[in-house]
């Protein structure tokens, strides 16, 4: 069988072409901010001079003065927007890859800058026309909306000719049904995906090229293959005779940092939350997908950010106090960091006032406990690596209170499983990893029903039973029994 020849791209060396998609993607980043930012100056002043000409409204106050427009808001607005959309993931691609994504994330980072706008109004400028501020607030909708879809088209169009990819698809199986699915993934090369090549069992296929691509190895090394290959997107196209085997692929690619993807066939994934999608004209099951579907996930992340804004204004004074308390307590920064494992298994940065001394981590080992199966309990009352600040903003939880940042960042939601540490989710079980199907939280159900003195093993069992159960409800819920616990100290230390 003749071989495809490879794109040019192949040939290009895998850190050159990363390094080119980075640039390309940061420039393309900032080119977006700096338009939204012009576009909602220009929206602003459109609404402007077309509210006169409304057919609705007055333009006089409530003392029958004429309502006046005050020339700093062309500051304030572009402002308020810039730090909103920054906080709210609208530049992330991982975020915003497809276009029902993207105009979800702007829509609502556009609420909530004109939530923060409305406030600021209503204290600093009683005067401005409200009919002139709703005017505004629909035309950044549908002028930003329509400038994203915009951009959109045009990507698509120029992407046939451009040779740098998104996100690169590892195939399992190299069967007729993987190639199929290899086929479409060609296909789709104007979405930014780019076909790294395939796993497979059968000897006889090791070291060919299908399309242009290889077979890297059989699927023991599905880990290595994805971190040597930067994959992000697996589809797994294994023949139905093959079923014990992908169960054991899905159990292990669960803890990797991609999305998966199964071609469905007769056999039983019920014991998975799943959502079947369309891709190329053939059915989809994604078992990487949020076990709360993008409504709720909308509404979830529209309540994080007003609620965390108005927690953090209301506890800056608070946190302003802790930080002095710190730094004369004993030295070292105010604010501790450390990767934790989020939603899908990604890492990042999370943030707590530093409650112990700057030689913690050194001495870990010393005050790690078991249960007497081997579970990691964790925690010791008698901890003597906590300051004097530390122990009591431990015990009110007010170390915490950083991580409304993270919320804020969208790395994390106010409920939620609790982020974990990377070498506690390295002794996972693989039923306790579906933990990290849903945004980490900074309480959840496990927090509310005895917080540190279960095992680890019985906090991941409250965390599926939050899972299956989720509702905005329930969200409220754990967050009113937190401010029990909190009070009661249940579990604190």
Not at 128 to 142: A, G, H, I
Not at 269 to 289: H, W
Not at 374 to 395: E, H, M, N, Q
Request: proline share 6%; charged share 25%.
């Amino acid at each position: 069988m003749a071989m495809p020849t490879p794109i040019p791209l192949g040939a290009l060396p895998l850190q050159r072409r990363r390094a080119m998609l980075k640039r390309f993607g940061t420039n393309f980043a900032v080119f977006l901010f700096l338009s939204d930012l012009v576009l909602t100056t220009l929206l602003l002043h459109l609404a402007r001079l077309v509210r006169p000409h409304l057919p609705w409204g007055l333009n006089v106050g409530a003392r029958g003065e004429l309502l006046h427009f005050s020339p700093a808001l062309y500051l304030i607005v572009p402002t308020i927007w810039a730090l909103t959309f920054l906080f709210s993931s609208v530049y992330d691609p991982e975020r915003t890859l497809r276009w029902v994504d993207d105009v979800q994330t702007v829509a609502v980072a556009i609420g909530m800058a004109t939530l923060v706008f409305a406030g600021l109004a209503y204290f600093f400028y009683r005067d401005l026309s409200r009919y002139l501020f709703v005017t505004f607030f629909v035309f950044d909708e549908v002028g930003l909306i329509a400038w994203r879809l915009f951009l959109r088209g045009i990507i698509r169009l120029r992407r046939a000719r451009w040779p740098h990819p998104v996100r690169r698809v590892l195939v399992v199986g190299a069967g007729k049904v993987g190639l199929d699915v290899a086929r479409q993934i060609e296909a789709y090369r104007w979405a930014g995906l780019e076909l790294a090549g395939f796993l497979d069992d059968d000897p006889d296929k090791r070291n060919r090229h299908f399309l242009g691509r290889p077979v890297l190895g059989g699927l023991e090394r599905v880990a290595e293959v994805v971190k040597q290959h930067h994959i992000d997107e697996i589809v797994i196209a294994l023949p139905l005779r093959a079923h014990k085997r992908m169960v054991d692929l899905i159990l292990t690619v669960q803890r990797l940092p991609v999305s998966v993807r199964v071609v469905p066939d007769l056999f039983d994934l019920a014991f998975f939350r799943a959502t079947v999608e369309e891709f190329g004209g053939m059915p989809l099951i994604g078992l990487r997908d949020p076990a709360i579907d993008e409504f709720q996930r909308l509404v979830k992340r529209l309540f994080d950010l007003v609620f965390a804004s108005i927690f953090l204004v209301l506890a800056a004074p608070v946190m302003a106090a802790i930080a002095i308390a710190i730094k004369l307590d004993s030295p070292g920064p105010v604010i501790f960091k450390q990767q934790r494992v989020g939603e899908g298994g990604k890492l990042f940065t999370f943030y707590k006032f530093r409650s112990m001394y700057m030689d913690a981590e050194e001495r870990l080992q010393e005050v790690i406990h078991y249960t007497d199966d081997g579970k990691v309990l964790f925690k010791r009352r008698d901890d003597p690596r906590v300051t004097r600040v530390g122990r009591f903003i431990r015990a009110t939880s007010l170390d915490e209170l950083p991580q409304l940042f993270n919320v804020l960042k969208g790395d994390m939601s106010l409920v939620g499983p609790r982020p974990e540490l990377p070498w506690l989710v390295d002794r996972y079980e693989p039923w306790q990893l579906r933990r990290f199907a849903v945004p980490q939280g900074i309480t959840g159900w496990w927090q509310v029903n005895g917080r540190s003195n279960k095992p680890m093993h019985l906090h991941t069992e409250d965390d599926l039973y939050y899972i299956q159960h989720y509702s905005l409800w329930l969200d409220i819920k754990i967050l009113w029994m937190t401010i029990g616990a909190v009070l009661r100290r249940v579990g604190a230390f």
